[in-house]
């Protein structure tokens, strides 16, 4: 007869399961109030949208109302996810990471930090979508919207890859670095390629204001990110979580409202011509 080593018998991490994690955020009424919210503002902005944009005829005009509207839809799918725990989890952090000696839970037969990293998933579908918009609006060519909206889906994968990575603190940070170079090229597109093709196209008014909600908005996220739970931990679960959530009221519904508003009021500037049906905005060959 084998004797196994004391060693063997060392219980190993369990992972709580949907149920544990969906009645975790029930009881901690910060982090609850922070997803329920945002479902609540998902639907609201979604029919306050398609009220708005009735009547419209053009079909660029409607893209750039569809496009809006995707940000929404998308949203209240995230935070369904996060709320059910579907798409949060309870991740061991790596050796030397702040939350360790504070910010870590036990939920079911798990210990760590509560992660929202279904956030930064749907992130790579909503943002597109508001990038498109802006886009449109400024009047960019493909080759503009394409860069600005593949750097943005890197920007969000490798985001989701910096909260997700366990095995060492030094490659978290190394996603993080990486994910912020990703997002200097959404920034150049942002407030140099496009307002300039706005001024061009006439709705630099409108592209104005929505650059400079965006971008300020944007550039809070990753700080939320170095500060909350994930990053040096300075801020606890429930603080991190209403902070995107506050962002994102602001960068996804306000935004969705004064482009949408602009488009419905003043649709001939955002009008499509004759050959869009046909090309799709894309210029026919000579041959
Ligand atoms: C992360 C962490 C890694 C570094 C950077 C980030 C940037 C995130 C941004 C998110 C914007 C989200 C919006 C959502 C609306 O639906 C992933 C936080 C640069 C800019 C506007």
Request: hydrophobic share 55%.
């Amino acid at each position: 007869m084998s004797t196994l080593p004391a060693t063997a018998f060392v219980p190993l991490q369990e992972a709580a399961s949907q149920r544990e994690i969906f009645e975790y955020v029930l009881g901690d009424t910060l982090l609850a109030s922070s997803l329920y919210a945002n479902i609540a503002l998902a639907g609201l902005s979604i029919l306050l949208f398609v009220w708005m944009a009735r009547g419209l005829e053009d079909p660029r005009a409607k893209l750039i109302v569809a496009a809006t509207l995707v940000v929404p839809v998308v949203s209240l799918a995230s935070y369904t996810g996060l709320a059910s725990g579907l798409t949060t989890g309870i991740l061991e952090m790596p050796p030397g990471h702040p939350a360790v000696d504070g910010a870590y839970v036990t939920v079911g037969g798990a210990e760590g930090v509560v992660s929202l990293w279904g956030r930064y998933l749907t992130w790579a579908l909503s943002t597109p979508a508001i990038l498109l918009a802006l886009g449109l609006l400024a009047g960019s060519n493909l080759t503009k919207l394409f860069t600005a909206i593949v750097f943005d889906i890197a920007m969000c994968v490798t985001g989701l890859a910096a909260a997700l990575t366990t095995s060492s603190l030094a490659l978290r940070w190394f996603w993080f670095g990486m994910s912020c170079t990703f997002f200097v090229v959404v920034l150049y597109v942002l407030l140099v390629e496009w307002p300039a093709d706005a001024a061009e196209t006439g709705t630099d008014d409108v592209f104005g204001t929505l650059k400079y909600l965006t971008v300020v908005m944007w550039l809070a996220y990753p700080v939320v990110w170095a500060l909350g739970v994930e990053g040096l931990a300075l801020l606890p679960v429930g603080v991190t979580s209403w902070a995107y959530s506050g962002l994102d009221i602001v960068a996804k519904y306000v935004f969705g409202f004064l482009v949408i508003r602009y488009v419905a009021d003043e649709p001939a500037s955002v009008t499509a011509d004759a050959g869009y049906g046909a090309t799709g905005g894309v210029a026919p060959a000579d041959d």
